[in-house]
């Protein structure tokens, strides 16, 4: 699962090359900066067609980056070659013009030159820390498709607001297994369906964990494997459906290389915007809906706020549900109409969403299982939960929330299904979401398994949990999740009896 394998060269002018996460341009631009600034120690012959391919290379690189965009990566390389320039020009000016030519002692050129080479050198590693992320090609037998919608609740008023006739409204993003597109396909861009959408919201995920928005500007470029509106997969079989909610200020698309690789193998996956709580949410009518949970610093006014912002999260999900139901009915024209198995649904989510798929599946018998990514379960603990569960998370260190792990525990063993805890070594909170193929990979904030590990991981783990529950094949569950992490097996309370309607 999750191997890699060759793929057609898209239009993408970001595609990684050996590595370096820079474009081929971008690699080309680097090696003339370089040549520039060595060119002082090669030999005097080689010196003047060395220096006159690069300047004409890199003057010519630089203006077509400048049309076809222009990262900052690229900046501190123009500027090693900027202050080589007056240094390796004039003598090649001067021996043209049958003028004395002057060298510094190379006592004196050495310190300029690892400087300069220095300084060209960090924009390389400036692209691998902040790399237009590179979604990992799906390991399933389907191609993806994906679709927005946006649906307004009628019977609920929005609560962030104080117009009494605004009504809850939320955009929910679908992957789902599609026709192979042909070659060339527009792939759908990453976090928005169009590049501006996809900027905006960008900007607001940078501004709220207080990163100027330029250092992931390669975010908004990324194209994803899924093709919008891609017609379904042939075959007539119905897909288990999985709800996906997710983290505090997060949005719709935060997960999506788990959410294709879901699709991928036959699942179709929803994933929710929660507007006033995402960082922003762009409407149909292009609005743009920012978010209004700011916590307080109190700890206990936070966690009131907290299960507060809980319960609407689970009020959303089992909305979306509902009129997913009517989608599949054909309500809704498009793909994936009339291919949806809403009886067998599961319901995920990372970090609060983790605590809002708990509590949505606390509520209502439609859904057949639930994941938690790392989320604290905010709000009650009761009715207890009646559908399996997956709680994926972290390694527990002194500075971990102390109240977490004995909250998570209670919320799994007070239960009526076999539910699963795995700690997953090495992970980090942002672990649990595309944050490792966009984001320095610093251990304390993407976790250390790597850009290619920390998706497998994931996808692995919660395939094997959602074959076994909503399809209901055969194997041995607890082994294929051991085998990522220590894990921890809660079996049925028999002293606890189901407690809730089944709304189907």
Known sequence: MWQRVP????????????????????????????????????????????????????????????????????????????????FALPPLLRRRTGRPVWRARWWLALPGSVACLGLTVTGPVAAWAFPVPDFPEPSGRFAVGTRV?????????????????????????????????????????YLGRTEQEARTVSDALARQVGLPGFLVDGVPRARTRAVFDAPVADGGERFPVVLFSPGSGGVRTQNTAWAEELASHGYAVVGLDHPYDSAAVVLDDGRTVRTRTDSTGDRAQDDK??????????????????????????????????????????????????????????????????????????????????????????????????????????????????????????AAHLTFMDGPLYLPPVPSITGSLGRTGSPHVVAETTLAFL?????????????????????????PDPADPPDLPDHR
């Open 305 to 426: 706020l907290a299960a507060g912002w809980t319960a609407v999260r689970a009020a959303d999900l089992r909305f979306v549900l509902t009129r997913l139901t009517h989608l599949d009915r054909g309500d809704t024209a498009g793909p994936p109409a009339g291919r949806l198995d809403t009886r067998r649904t599961a319901v995920t989510g990372h970090s609060m969403g983790g605590a809002a798929a708990l509590q949505a599946a606390r509520q209502d018998r439609r859904f057949d299982a639930v994941i938690d990514l790392d989320g604290y379960p905010h709000g009650p603990t009761s009715p207890s939960l009646h559908r399996p569960a997956l709680a994926l998370t972290q390694a527990i260190t002194p500075g971990t929330d102390p109240h977490y792990m004995p909250r998570l525990t209670q919320a799994l063993k007070h239960s009526t299904a076999t539910s699963y805890r795995l700690t997953v070594p090495g």
């Open 467 to 491: 074959d076994a529950t909503l399809r209901r094949e055969p194997g041995d569950v607890a082994s294929a999740l051991s085998a990522h992490g220590s894990l921890s097996v809660h079996h």
């Open 149 to 189: 919608l946006q649906w307004t609740d009628p019977s609920r008023p929005e609560t962030f607001t104080a117009d009494p006739h605004d009504r809850r409204t939320v955009v929910v993003q679908l992957w789902y297994p599609a026709r192979k597109s042909p070659a060339g396909a527009q792939r759908a861009q």
């Open 7 to 86: 793929r057609p060269e898209d239009d993408r002018v970001t595609d990684i090359i050996a590595g370096l996460y820079m474009s081929p341009l971008e690699i080309i631009a680097l090696f003339s900066a370089v040549a520039l600034v060595v060119a002082r120690w090669l030999p005097p012959a080689a010196r003047p067609r060395v220096v006159i391919a690069a300047v004409a290379v890199l003057a010519l690189s630089a203006i077509v980056l400048s049309v076809v965009g222009f990262r900052w990566q690229m900046l501190p390389v123009l500027a090693g070659a900027a202050v080589t320039l007056p």
